[in-house]
C-alpha cells in the first residue's frame, strides 16, 4: 500500500483514503519550559527579588522597585489545571501604586534561532498564537506584550481573567509584524511579557504591533497595587497559526536540556562527598577542576555561581578530602561546553595528581552555576 504525505498539515494520507494523524510537529511550542516543571536556581523555594531575577527556568522577573512580589514554583500548592503539574506563582507584597517609569513583568525571550521562521519583519511574516492558562485572586483585564531585541517593536495586548482563584485559560492570535529588525542569531529573537504592574511610559494601545517600548497593555490591572494580590501562570504555549492547538508536552529530558543550554547547575546531593568535577592538582593549595555541559551552552558564560561559603567545597585527594579555603573561582572562559574552575586549599595537594572538586562532607549547599541567558 503506498503512503501520501499530506504537507499541509501533520497527517498522513493512505492510498484508501483513509488518514492517520502524525505525532506532533517537532518543537511546536518556542516556549521553553512553558509547563513551568524546571526550577534549577531555586527548586521550589520562595524569593522575593530585588532587581531582575530569574524565577523557574527560562522565565524572568523584571522589577524597577525591590521587592513588590514574591515569586516560587507551586505558590501556596494550589491545584494546577487539569494535565499540568506545576505553575509559577507570584504573590504581591504590597499595595504599590505604580508610577509612569514602572515595569513589573514575567518574561520569556526567545531565542533567534527558535523563531526565524516566523519571518518577522519580512512581508512574509507568519501569525502566531499566544496560549496560556492563568489564576489570579483578581478579575478585569489583564495585559501583556511581545516586542523585538532592540525594544523598538512591540505588540501589547489584553485578556480577561472572569473568576477569581479560577484556572482560565486564554489565547491571543497575533499578525506577524512586517516591519522592524528581528534577530535570527543567538541574541533574542522575541520577548513575551506579561504584565504585573506597569506604568504609562510603557503601555501601548492593544491589538497592534507599534513602534516603541511597550511591556503591557493601557489599562491593564497591576497585580502589584494589591498587597496579598496572586498571579499564576502555566501551559505558555507560542506557536505558528491562527488557532491554539493542545499543549506541546516534550519529554521532561528533553525540556531539561532545552532549559540547560541557557543555565545550567551542577549540585550536591549532600550525601558523602558529592562530586562536582574532576581534574588535577597545579601546585600544594590548587586544583584545577574540569566541568562538562550536558548541553552546548548559548554562549561562553561569564561568570561562576557559587554558594558562596568556602566550607561548603572540599577537594577529594588521594583517599582524602581538604576543605577549601575559598569559594572555587571562574577561570577564563574555555567554551560553550566546558568550564575549568579553581578550588583552592590550604595545604596538602601534590602537583600533578588527579582530584575531584566536591561538596565538603554531607554538604548540600554546595553547588557550581554557569548562565548564558539571554
Not at 494546577?80 to 504590597?94: E, H, Q, R
Not at 508610577?99 to 514575567?106: A, E, H, L
Not at 551552552?297 to 561548603?312: F, H, M, N, V
Request: glycine content about 10%; overall charge neutral.
Amino acid at each position: 500500500m503506498t503512503t501520501i504525505i499530506n504537507g499541509s498539515s501533520p497527517s498522513i494520507t493512505f492510498s484508501d483514503g483513509s488518514a492517520q494523524t502524525s505525532a506532533t510537529r517537532p518543537f511546536l511550542n518556542r516556549i521553553i519550559n512553558g509547563a513551568m516543571v524546571i526550577d534549577q536556581r531555586n527548586a521550589g523555594a520562595s524569593v522575593t527579588p530585588t532587581a531582575n531575577a530569574y524565577t523557574l527556568d527560562r522565565w524572568q522577573a523584571t522589577l524597577t522597585q525591590a521587592s513588590k512580589f514574591s515569586f516560587q514554583q507551586d505558590a501556596s500548592a494550589v491545584t494546577p489545571p487539569t494535565g499540568f503539574n506545576d505553575y509559577l506563582g507570584i504573590t504581591s507584597t504590597s499595595a504599590y501604586s505604580v508610577v509612569s517609569s514602572d515595569v513589573f513583568t514575567i518574561r520569556q525571550s526567545i531565542e533567534g534561532f527558535n523563531t526565524s521562521d516566523l519571518d518577522f519583519g519580512k512581508s512574509t511574516a507568519k501569525t502566531i498564537t499566544l496560549s496560556f492558562w492563568v489564576r489570579s485572586s483578581l478579575t478585569g483585564t489583564f495585559g501583556g506584550a511581545l516586542k523585538n531585541s532592540a525594544a523598538d517593536r512591540s505588540y501589547p495586548f489584553t485578556y480577561t481573567i472572569n473568576s477569581a482563584n479560577t484556572w482560565e485559560q486564554k489565547s491571543i492570535t497575533i499578525a506577524g509584524d512586517t516591519t522592524g529588525t528581528w534577530l535570527v542569531t543567538n541574541g533574542i529573537g522575541l520577548i513575551v511579557s506579561f504584565g504585573l504592574g506597569v506604568g504609562s511610559t510603557f503601555n501601548g494601545t492593544a491589538g497592534a504591533w507599534a513602534a516603541g517600548n511597550f511591556n503591557s497593555a493601557t489599562g491593564a490591572t497591576s497585580v502589584v497595587g494589591t498587597n496579598g494580590a496572586t498571579f499564576y501562570l502555566t501551559g505558555v504555549q507560542l506557536e505558528v497559526g491562527s488557532t491554539a492547538t493542545s499543549f506541546d508536552y516534550r519529554p521532561y529530558g528533553t525540556e531539561l536540556a532545552l532549559a540547560q543550554r541557557y543555565y545550567y547547575k551542577v549540585k550536591a546531593s549532600g550525601n558523602s562527598y558529592s562530586n562536582l568535577g574532576t581534574g588535577y592538582n597545579t601546585a600544594t593549595t590548587t586544583a584545577n577542576i574540569m566541568v562538562f555541559f550536558p548541553v552546548t551552552l548559548r554562549i561562553r558564560p561569564t561568570a561562576l555561581e557559587t554558594s558562596g561559603t568556602a566550607g561548603d567545597y572540599a577537594i577529594a585527594h588521594t583517599n582524602t578530602a581538604t576543605t577549601c579555603s575559598v569559594v572555587p573561582t571562574y577561570s577564563a572562559p574555555t567554551n560553550e561546553f566546558q568550564s575549568l574552575t579553581i578550588f583552592t586549599v590550604s595545604s596538602g595537594l601534590t602537583a600533578g595528581q588527579g582530584s575531584r572538586g566536591c561538596s565538603e562532607l554531607n554538604n548540600a549547599n554546595a553547588y557550581l552555576a554557569w548562565s548564558a541567558e539571554l
